[in-house]
């Protein structure tokens, strides 16, 4: 069981380095929401990292903390991927001047800050468990036990506010786009010349599809584990485990919906393996058009 856990640690490293070289290192792909998207890959990428903790009881404070960390600003990002998309789609006249790189870096900064301040705190309010007293899941890892307000202030605001707040979102964005792919169609259909603004919502609309789907993903794989935690009912130490491990898996599943739906991931991904972005001014190939 730990080799399978150590190779897909090891499996979810690989993949979201890749999604930060690609994007790092291709200049046409430094757009907002890709930034976003570099953002998320980062904290997956720490996730398959530091899944099990092995510095001993002193360094638990500061493992809970990089976890909360992660697990916060991923759903973060996940919001800031959906009010991207909202702008993009619902729109896409003001997207240039309210989503812009620097508004979008800012934004990255400040939920990545204020996730970490609010894990602090929440550390700082709970007591660390006994070593007897935990559940055999991970050797070394560490347990938080708090009160039950902390436990539902917790879930207010890391789950079920921006859950809201993102499922809201995208009903918005899939209707809006439904209607205007519909307009599209029956452009082409009637044999009308269709613009470029036109070709570029149904394209924004595909994005916010792909999207929508790396947000499903992650509700499947983290409802179950929140249910658990703040359910009643004791859950015996195979069954935290696996669900657990459902969190960690979703960290291996965001780049290989990528690449199912993006062809510049696709594309980069084979100039990184075949170490074509060694070569010079590879930063500025034409990425999207290959």
Known sequence: MYVFFALLSAWTVFLNLLVIIS?????????????????????????????????????????????????????????????????????????????????????????????????????????????????????????????????????????VLPCTLIIVLYLRIFYVAHQQVKVINSLIKGGKCVTEGSVRRKSDSKAALTLGIIVTVYLLCYIPYILSVTGTTVISSATMTFLIWTLYVNSSLNPLIYALFYRWFKMSVKHILTLKILEPSSSLMDILKM
């Open 23 to 159: 994007i790092s290192h291709f200049k046409q792909l430094h757009t907002p929401t890709n930034l976003i998207i570099l953002s998320l890959a980062v904290a997956d990428l720490l996730v398959g990292l530091i899944t099990c903790w092995y510095l001993g009881d002193t360094f638990c404070d500061l493992f809970m903390i990089i976890m909360g960390l992660l697990i916060s600003t991923s759903i973060c990002n996940l919001v800031l991927i959906a009010v991207d998309r909202y702008v993009a789609v619902c729109h896409p006249l003001q997207y240039p001047q309210k989503i812009t790189t620097t508004k979008t870096l800012i934004s990255i900064c400040l939920c990545w800050f204020f996730s970490s301040t609010y894990n602090i705190g929440y550390l700082i309010s709970g007591r660390y468990l006994e070593n007897s007293q935990r559940p055999d899941v991970c050797y070394g890892m560490c347990y938080l036990a708090t009160s039950f307000s902390w436990i539902s202030t917790d879930m207010f605001f890391s789950f």
